[in-house]
């Protein structure tokens, strides 16, 4: 890569992201979250970004889940988006604050029928005794909503990580990889600045 100086690193993300969704078989969008609890225990799973602007990176869950839970102890996150195509990978640190209702709600309007069922059917991350038991509360969501619309549940929204830092990484021949990163003090606000890494 050459001299990043200048850019903006969502617009590069933006650039980035494209060219994945070209070459990724499978879920570009897909990235990697880190969470913590209130006692600094670290968890991680994947999700799938939803939406991006210059305010931060936005994804959705059931709030009750185990990350919804950390993030309401310890509002802070880690993000990593890995496309071994390219042999490229985006890591974003910083805050994160809830998504409005209003965009809560566009969102959960735009998914598919059955996901919105199954947000109500799923008490996520918690012990479940069977996969009949599942299905039974899916097709009690469904017969409830029956052919009406179906509401987004209080326990579902989202949530946008603010960065104060995003790196962007190369590979490069002889482990020499390209490693540019962004920061800025305040999540939102200023100019970036941008330092080249050793690799």
Do not use: C
Request: proline share 7%; no cysteine.
């Amino acid at each position: 890569m050459t001299d990043l100086s200048g850019r903006d690193p969502f617009e590069l993300f933006q650039e980035w992201l494209d060219e994945a969704s070209e070459s990724e078989l499978n879920d570009p969008n897909a990235m990697a979250i880190a969470t913590a609890d209130a006692e600094g225990r670290p968890s991680l799973r994947m999700v799938l970004l939803k939406g991006f602007d210059a305010d931060g990176f936005v994804f959705y869950t059931n709030l009750e889940s185990r990350k919804g839970a950390q993030l309401a102890e310890n509002a802070n996150a880690a993000l990593l988006f890995h496309w071994k195509s390219l042999r490229r990978q985006v890591r974003v640190e910083g805050p994160v604050e809830p998504v409005t209702a209003e965009e809560a709600d566009e969102y959960f309007a735009s998914r598919a029928r059955g996901s919105q069922v199954g947000a109500w059917a799923s008490d996520q991350s918690r012990p479940l005794e069977s996969r009949y038991a599942l299905e039974k509360k899916v097709a009690s969501f469904g017969a409830k909503f029956g052919v009406s619309k179906v509401p987004r549940p209080p326990h579902w929204s989202g949530f946008r990580i603010k960065p104060r830092r995003i790196e962007f990484w190369k590979d490069g021949a002889f482990r020499l990889h390209d490693r540019f990163l962004f920061t800025r003090e305040t999540p939102g606000e200023g100019p970036w600045t941008v330092d080249r890494l050793y690799p």
